[in-house]
């Protein structure tokens, strides 16, 4: 099964401490929503094992999710998890809302009817890697789980390996300079992931950058590394996605759509990098 464990990342400029109750209240049952598992409670073993379903249990502010994969109709199950991730990630980036999270896939205890206990040796690496591993706002993928659906034809779509499923799945994962691999949410919600399309990607990517700059005036370093990082993501990706249009814009077709020149458009969803300053200083009068 996959397992993933998915947190509030509410240690990314804003202390739950700050929040009210209610507002604490909000952002849990926003988590909860989004993350939710799609399983209906079952009776027979060859219902629960007929096509891949996703269950969830909530605890506090994380939730832990569990798909299957050991199914009669091999329909994609990584295919499947890593779409239903970037979907509620973004749905919790639109509500103001970091999230952090651990996938890997390994034996798990469910439940015939998908109502729990959740426990296991997966389970358990999923929760590490939450809560020990993804030092930033981010859900990591296991180097292990990526292994397993290398080998494991089962897993994907037909039960056969695919360059069509294998470029399809290369959008979602990237790996950070220290060799961990996790969700690349930006890169693999196309404009097909909203409901404006084009012009919707765009509102959000915006969000995105308002949300990341709003906290990164935060005094607390800790939480202001894991906000560079994040800067860092979004920034980069940005410089990625500007490389797809033409900034010149010769017959205007970008401005009459976005109301902006491509170069205006792009240069304000980019976050000033406040902290290379001082190296950017050193650099000066050492005139490198």
Not at 38 to 65: I, K, N, Q, W, Y
Request: with cysteine.
């Amino acid at each position: 099964m996959i397992p993933t464990q998915v947190d509030l990342g509410t240690d990314v400029g804003d202390k739950l401490q700050t929040r009210s109750a209610e507002e604490i209240r909000h952002m849990v049952a926003a988590l909860r929503r989004f993350t939710a598992g799609d399983g209906e409670p079952v009776t027979r073993m060859a219902e629960a094992r007929l096509s891949t379903e996703s269950f969830s249990e909530s605890v506090s502010d994380a939730v832990v999710r569990v798909r299957t994969v050991d199914t009669q109709y091999q329909a994609g199950a990584v295919v499947y998890e890593l779409i239903d991730l970037m979907q509620a990630t973004i749905s919790c980036v639109n509500l103001g809302i970091f999230i952090r999270g651990g996938l890997t896939i390994g034996p798990v205890h469910l439940g015939m009817n998908g109502e729990g206990p959740i426990f296991r040796n997966a389970m358990v690496r999923a929760y590490e890697i939450e809560s020990k591993e993804a030092v930033y706002p981010r859900i990591m993928i296991d180097e292990e789980a990526i292994t397993t659906y290398l080998d494991d034809a089962s897993i994907w779509q037909d039960g056969a390996v695919s360059r069509s499923e294998a470029q399809f799945v290369r959008q979602f994962i990237r790996m950070s300079d220290d060799g961990s691999y996790f969700l690349d949410y930006l890169r693999a919600a196309d404009a097909s992931e909203f409901d404006e399309l084009e012009a919707g990607r765009f509102a959000f990517l915006e969000s995105h950058r308002r949300l990341i700059s709003s906290h990164l005036a935060t005094t607390d370093r800790k939480a202001r590394r894991k906000l560079i990082w994040l800067a860092t993501y979004h920034n980069t990706f940005i410089a990625e996605l500007r490389g797809h249009y033409d900034q010149q814009d010769p017959e205007g077709v970008f401005h009459a759509a976005f109301g902006a020149t491509p170069t205006d458009l792009f240069d304000g969803l980019m976050i000033d990098d406040t902290w290379t300053l001082p190296l950017a200083r050193l650099d000066q009068i050492a005139g490198t």
